[in-house]
C-alpha cells in the first residue's frame, strides 16, 4: 500500500495563474482533507470531501476549489494564484467523516511556489 | 473560533532529560486533542489522542480542561525523539493545527 499519493511533489507558477494538484488516497479510504502549510506555520484546513461533496470548509477564498471522483481521488484548485497562496499542500485521507479519531494519514505533500 | 497555540518553537532537550510539549487551545465546546509528528523526511502522522489515554513511544499527553491545556510529556528523552510535533483539536467538524515545535534531543 503506498499510502497517500500526491502529485506534482513541486511546481513553480506565475501570479495570476491557475494551479491543479491531485491526491489518491490510502487503500480503503474514502474522505480526502486538504490543508496549506506555509512555511513556518501548522496546516490549516482548506476542505474536505466525501462521496464527491465538499463537506467541510475552512477559511478560504472561492479561489481555492476542488472535486473528488468516484474512486475517491481528489483535486485542489487555485485559480489567480498570489505569492501568498506560495506553500506546501497537503492531503490527508481518512475513513468516512470521522475526522474526530483523529486517524488522518497524509501524504508528502505538493511545494507550490508563486512569483 | 477555535485556536491552538504552542508557545516553544524550537526545543532542546539533552538526552535522558525529561520531556515537555506546550500545546494549549482555545475551544467553547468539549475538545478533542491529538498530537501529531513529523520525523525527518517522513511524512505527518498521528502521536497519539487524549481520548485514547495511551502511551505511544514513551510519551503522554494530559487534556487539563481547567487550564486548556495538552502538553506532550516523556520522562526520558532518546535520539529519536528529535521531530516536528504538532497539536491538534477537532472542533466545528474541522482539525486545527497548532504552529509546531521542533524537538532536538542532544546526545
Known amino acids: 500500500d503506498a499510502g497517500v499519493t500526491q502529485s506534482p511533489t513541486h511546481l513553480i507558477k506565475t501570479r495570476g495563474q491557475q494551479v491543479t494538484l491531485r491526491c489518491s488516497p490510502k487503500s480503503g479510504h474514502d474522505t480526502v482533507s486538504w490543508y496549506q502549510q506555509a512555511l513556518g506555520q501548522g496546516p490549516q484546513f482548506i476542505f474536505q470531501y466525501y462521496e464527491e461533496e465538499e463537506r467541510q470548509r475552512g477559511n478560504f477564498p472561492d479561489r481555492f476549489s476542488g472535486h473528488q471522483f468516484p474512486n475517491y481521488s481528489s483535486e485542489l484548485n487555485v485559480n489567480a494564484l498570489l505569492l501568498g497562496d506560495s506553500a506546501l499542500y497537503l492531503c490527508?485521507?481518512?475513513?468516512?467523516?470521522?475526522?474526530?479519531?483523529?486517524?488522518?494519514?497524509f501524504g508528502e505533500g505538493s511545494r507550490l511556489t508563486v512569483l | 473560533a477555535q485556536r491552538v497555540t504552542q508557545p516553544e518553537k524550537l526545543l532542546s532537550v539533552f538526552k535522558g532529560a525529561p520531556v515537555e510539549l506546550k500545546c494549549n487551545y482555545s475551544y467553547s465546546g468539549s475538545p478533542e486533542l491529538f498530537w501529531y509528528v513529523q520525523y525527518s523526511r517522513q511524512r505527518l502522522q498521528l502521536l497519539l489522542r487524549h481520548i485514547s489515554r495511551e502511551s505511544i513511544k514513551g510519551f503522554t499527553a494530559d487534556l487539563n480542561k481547567g487550564e486548556t491545556s495538552f502538553h506532550l510529556k516523556k520522562p526520558f528523552a532518546q535520539e529519536e525523539d528529535s521531530a516536528m510535533y504538532y497539536c491538534a483539536l477537532f472542533g466545528n467538524e474541522k482539525l486545527t493545527f497548532g504552529t509546531g515545535t521542533r524537538l532536538t534531543i542532544i546526545p
Open positions: 490527508a485521507s481518512s475513513v468516512g467523516l470521522a475526522v474526530n479519531t483523529g486517524e488522518l494519514f
